[in-house]
Each structure stands twice: as C-alpha cells, then as structure tokens.
C-alpha cells in the first residue's frame, strides 16, 4: 500500500511540475550538439549538395533520441556512469581501447571549436585568431574549474539563440518546397564519395559519442545533489517519474538541436548552394550565409553562435572525457567539485583542452578540422553506442529497467546505422 502511495505521489509531483522544470541535462546536451562542429557540418552539407540531404536529419531525429535515453537510463537506473558500467561488463582492455578513442576525438573536437571561435571572433575585430583560441581556452577552462557548469550553463544558452537566425532565413528567402520535399525524404540516390563522407560526418556530429557519457553523467550527478532521489536499481518506486522526466528532457533536446541543424541545412543551401559556393573553407564563407537576414551584421551574428555554442559544447567534451576516464580509473568526479577534490577529473578536463590547442598551430583551417572530427566521431560511434547498448540490455546492471523491445530496438537500430554508413564511406572511397 505504501509503494502505490509512493508511486502516485511521483506521479502528481511530475505533472504538477512546471514543464522548464523537467528540462535539464537532455535539454543542454540537445544544445551542445549544435557546437561549432555542428555548424560547420550542416553549412558544408547544404553548401555542397544542396537540400539533398535533408533526409539525414529526419532519420537522425528518432535515433539521437532513443540512444541519449539509453545513455540517460544507465546513469539514473545504476547511478554510475557509462565507463564505469562498461568496465563492469566488459573487458577491461576494451574499455580502455574505447576510452582512448574516446580522449582523442574530443581532444581534436574541442581544438577545432577552439580554433574556430577564435577564427569567429578575428571576422568581427580584425584581431589575431591566435590570441582569442587561446583567450577562449583559458576562459573555458577556468569556468569549468571554478564555477559549476549548470550555473553558466543557462545563461551561455541565451547565446546559441543567435542560431535560431537560420529559421528566420526561412521565412524572408523563397524557397523551393518541391526540392526541400524531395530533400527530406531521400529522392536523390546518386551516392559519390564527398557525399558519403558528409553523410557519415552529419551522422557523427548530430549522434557524438561524447554526448552519451555526458548525459549518462549528468543524470548521475542529479541523483547524487538530490536527497529525495536514489538509482532505479535501489528505489524501483521512482522509476515511472523519472523515467517520464528523462524523456520530456530528451526529446525537447534533440528535437531543439535537430530543427536547428535543418535550418542551417536549408539556409545554407537557398543561399551559398544556390549562388554557386559549393565549398566552405573558412569562417567567413560560412557566415555568408547570414548575409540575407543580417546584411553587414552577418559576421557579428555568426560569431556570436559560434562562440555562444563553443562555449557551452567545451565543457561537455573535455567534461565527458573527464568523466569517462575519472569513471574508469575511480576518481572521483563532477563539475560542482572544486579542483582540489577532484583532481585526476580535472587533470583530464586541462589536459583534453590544452593538446586540443595545438590544432589551432596546424595548416588545417578550423571550418575543415570542425568537418573531419565529425567524420572522426561519425567512426568511433558505433563501436562507443555498441558497447551503451550491451550495458543497457544487461539484466544484471539494469534489472527490470533494461532497454524493452522499442527502445532497445532504435538503439541497436541506431548501431547498425551508423555503421552502415562509416562502411560505405570507406566502400565508396576504396572503390
């Protein structure tokens, strides 16, 4: 009798709370997809091949929200991170060998958005790009070392609104519906080798493995700063709230981060694709296409997206890194620790984005890193969400909230999606 009391007064508590309320970790992981990888991505997809593959958004859509859910569950059901669980099921050797993929991705990821926010900032000032990459290295790092993250959080999200200016592109161009149709459901079959790597690239910065240690952490650090909640495994009665909570925060998320990249996708494509600019190499042909909506103020408006989201998707993947490799060895964790009580999680955060700096001395443009660590993410993925999913099908770490038939289902779908993709990639590079 006890237990229904307990459930129904879950249940009244979750639909008496107000909606903003239940946003949280899935609303700032959906936001943090759009980082600067992001942009650059979805801007080369449309500049290159148009609307054709708008598709890739749709399908992605279903996918990115059932696999952060996984994610999410792991971390609320077990109230340990993902590389802790995947060091419980599996062996030790491979979870390092994913870990160590895992450091060098988001190293080079979190180079890249360094390296182009300081290429974003230089459009606007004039200034050195040098000196602003490593003015934004120091400024994230220091917020992450003495400010816990969900206080700046918020705040820096107001910033990625500038985003929301590729939707207002959408309703001032004239646009072709007939060819955006054609575009969102796949009707363009000829498959050449720059777009199977696009593909592979949308599908990795839209569903990065960074993301599912992030999220999974975060659900953690909710249970351990609130009394009244306790790991499913322990407290089953909580299940059905937080359960419902996780997925009102995930989808709001993705179905945020995936209305924007579809607008970058179709603003890029009504403009730069449609004036012949088929190719973004720099910073500068990127915020071209703001050009319709904010005329000279383009470049200020770009940069301030850029910057907004670098600031917000850095700690995320220095912060993932943190947690995985904290997790893993049995540090102790959490960006609301001060630096002296989590040290090696900290040491592994300094270190992500310090090596990550030297990508901003290499010859590669920092719109064309931002590409291929995407494409980077795009590969590791489907060894990363096939480990997530064999955590999440285990009776013994989940126990009755194991993945059931749909959910797991889209994750393994998601998997096998993913690499489906990376193999044509390299089918049709080889061939």
């Known amino acids: 009798m006890s237990d ?18 239940q946003l949280g ?13 992001g942009i ?31 994610s999410a569950l792991v971390g609320r059901v077990t109230g340990k991170g993902l590389a802790a669980n995947m060091g419980q099921v599996m062996p030790r050797p491979l979870v390092l060998g994913l870990l160590a993929l895992l450091f060098i991705a988001n190293t080079i990821n979190v180079g890249a958005d360094l390296a182009a926010m300081g290429a974003a900032a230089k459009l606007v000032t004039g200034l050195n790009e040098h000196a602003f990459t490593l003015f934004f290295a120091f400024l994230s790092l220091g917020l992450q070392l003495f400010i816990p993250y969900r206080k700046y959080a918020r705040f820096l999200m107001v910033l990625t609104f500038s985003l929301f200016a590729y939707v207002a592109i959408m309703f001032l161009l004239p646009l072709d519906w007939k060819a955006i149709g054609a575009g969102l459901i ?13 593909i592979v690239a949308i599908f990795g910065t839209t569903i990065s493995p960074y993301l599912f240690f992030w999220q999974s952490a975060q659900e953690v650090e909710e249970v351990d700063q609130n009394d009244d909640e306790h790991p499913l495994i322990d407290r089953p009665r909580e299940g059905p709230a937080a359960i419902s909570r996780i997925r009102i925060d995930t989808i709001a998320g993705m179905l945020a981060s995936n209305l924007v990249a579809l607008a970058i996708m179709i603003a890029t494509a009504a403009t730069l694709h449609a004036h012949g600019v088929t190719n973004i190499n720099t910073a500068a042909d990127a915020a071209s296409a703001l050009k319709p909506i904010a005329g000279r103020f383009a470049f200020a408006l770009f940069s301030v997206g850029i910057i907004g989201t670098g600031l917000l998707a850095i700690p995320v993947l220095a912060g993932s ?17 001060m630096p002296w009580r989590a040290r090696g999680f900290y040491m592994v955060i300094g270190a992500a984005v310090l090596l990550g700096l030297g990508i901003d001395w290499s010859p590669i443009d920092p719109i064309k890193a931002l590409y291929w660590s995407a494409v980077l993410n795009g ?53």
């Open 321 to 337: 890194t943190g947690y995985a490799v904290a997790e893993a060895a049995g540090w102790k964790t959490g960006l609301d620790n």
């Open 379 to 431: 590969m590791i993925a489907v060894p990363m969400m096939a480990a997530l999913m064999f955590v999440a099908s285990s009776r013994v770490k989940m126990g009755k909230f194991r993945t059931g038939w749909i959910l797991g289902g889209l994750g393994w779908l998601c998997t096998a999606i993913m690499a489906a993709a990376a193999i044509t990639m390299l089918y049709v590079s080889l061939k």
């Open 25 to 37: 970790p899935g609303l700032i992981t959906g936001a943090a997809d759009d980082d600067p990888s």
């Open 186 to 198: 796949g009707l363009h079959p000829n498959l050449t080798e720059s777009a199977a790597t696009t």
């Open 40 to 70: 650059a991505t979805y801007s080369q997809g449309g500049a290159q091949f148009g609307f054709n593959l708008l598709w890739t958004m749709l399908l992605t859509f279903p996918l990115m929200v059932a696999i952060q859910m996984v």
């Open 4 to 21: 229904q009391k307990a459930k129904s007064g879950l249940r009244k508590r979750l639909h008496s709370a107000p909606l903003l309320k």
